[in-house]
């Protein structure tokens, strides 16, 4: 268990459909298909059908910026992934952040 799981935290690493230069990333729906190339990445025991995404890598407007957000805990289950996402901002130019949001406490 990480430390952020201990702490009751998620950590997410956000790509923003915004180039560095502040121009709109094209195509539109691009924060959907990266999220669908990354739908296979689950974690262990969970459920999903052929047409949803991974819990781990989730499209989302966030102030009015067509954004994915990748929670930090891919890097554990698939590097590989990981590492795939972190070089797609980079190879686009894409404005990133971090943010660290409370863990959803499930009822048991």
């Known amino acids: 268990m990480s430390e952020d799981q201990q702490q009751g935290t998620i950590r997410q690493f956000i790509?923003?459909?915004v180039t560095q230069s502040g121009q709109r990333f094209r195509p539109s729906d691009w924060a959907e298909r990266l999220s669908g190339v990354m739908a296979r990445f689950r974690p262990g025991g969970s459920?999903?059908?052929p047409l949803t995404y991974s819990p781990y890598v989730?499209?989302?407007v966030i102030e009015g910026v067509r954004c994915v957000v990748v929670d930090h805990r891919l890097r554990q289950l698939e590097?590989?992934?990981?590492?795939?996402?972190e070089e797609f901002a980079?190879?686009?130019?894409?404005?990133t952040s971090e943010r660290e949001i409370p863990e959803r406490i499930r009822p048991a």
């Open 15 to 17: 790509i923003h459909g």
């Open 47 to 49: 459920r999903g059908g």
């Open 58 to 60: 989730v499209p989302m």
């Open 79 to 85: 590097p590989l992934a990981w590492n795939f996402v």
């Open 90 to 95: 980079k190879d686009n130019n894409l404005r």
